[in-house]
């Protein structure tokens, strides 16, 4: 089955981006956006209220509302009481978009690293799918992709290890569809600037880098204990989230292009590589067995935050 051909993946995935890839979520709604003729960089004012959460930073996510209001895009759970391969099959023939979490093992695109290997779970976005050619065609991280066959299976647990074993919940799903109801020209500048000033007030109450700081002994502690494959996992939810949220938080400003935000938006950048700094160093930290002081970069980090969000707040908040 032929698949359109894809767009170029959206400048926020480029090469040159320190965090080409955020978390699975995202990504794939910057490649959805960017499908469906959209800016993604409208969308991604939610960025400033990522916080510490003592063990992570917020796994970010576009919030439903902000996708409502910018694009006329409604974002609804999806409720599975049949196989998810029915489910979908119908979703798609009312013309809508499928969400769902599926077990990388089987997605060809994450060859070379999790496909027909490790079992872990990401989120994926089913644009189409064939039942008797068993064939899928998906979005997932920074690009679009097909899949058939035991992969199919896989992915849709149509395999008999997964049929029906009641010990596999089911995965969470969701259904997106296009209202049409959108702002359109000016309005979605002053739709995104008023989204940017509502997540300002929800905003942390504290520095989220100087909460870090003070968790920082601890994760070390666990890090020291743990192998490699621990820290790459820590590495994910820890100093990706925070890095790659703050790089999209720049690009957002730029796309705004008011006067002075451009300085605002490189010193988000220099946090963005500022964290993926730190990401190497506590990565060569782990493989040696040996810990420093890290107190260059979290000064860098906790400074660029509070000059970030001083204007912000000031301006918009």
Not at 39 to 51: I, K
Not at 101 to 120: I, K
């Amino acid at each position: 089955m032929a698949v359109d051909s894809p767009p170029r993946a959206h400048l926020l995935h480029g090469p040159d981006r320190v965090w080409p890839q955020t978390n699975c979520y995202v990504d794939l709604w910057i490649e959805l956006l960017h499908l469906w003729g959209f800016e993604p960089r409208a969308a991604l004012g939610f960025t400033v209220a990522q916080d510490f959460e003592g063990d992570q930073f917020t796994f970010f996510k576009p919030p439903a509302e902000d996708l409502r209001r910018l694009f006329g895009i409604e974002v609804q759970e999806l409720a599975l009481y049949d196989t998810i391969e029915v489910h979908a099959a119908e979703q798609l023939s009312q013309g809508r978009v499928v969400l769902m979490e599926a077990d990388s093992v089987y997605l060809p695109d994450t060859q070379g690293d999790a496909y027909g290997v490790q079992h872990t779970k990401t989120t994926i976005a089913v644009l189409g799918l064939d039942t008797r050619e068993r064939w899928m065609d998906y979005i997932h991280n920074a690009g679009r992709f097909t899949l058939a066959g035991a992969d199919y299976d896989g992915v849709l647990r149509r395999s008999p290890h997964l049929y029906g074993n009641p010990a596999l919940l089911f995965p969470y799903a969701e259904f997106v569809r296009r209202t049409g109801i959108m702002p359109s020209g000016g309005a979605l500048l002053d739709t995104a600037l008023d989204r940017l000033g509502y997540h300002l007030r929800r905003r942390p109450a504290i520095n989220p880098i100087a909460a870090y700081r003070a968790a920082l002994p601890q994760h070390l502690e666990r890090l020291a204990a743990r192998p490699m494959e621990y820290f790459h996992l820590y590495a994910f939810n820890v100093l990706r989230q925070l890095g790659a949220n703050m790089e999209l938080l720049g690009s957002h400003l730029r796309w705004l292009n008011e006067d002075g935000l451009g300085a605002v938006a490189e010193t988000c950048d220099t946090l963005a590589a500022t964290a993926k700094a730190l990401q190497f160093q506590l990565a060569r930290a782990v493989h040696k067995r040996r810990f420093s002081d890290y107190t260059a970069a979290l000064d860098t980090m906790e400074h660029a935050y509070d000059g970030v969000m001083g204007v912000l707040v000031r301006r918009y908040g």
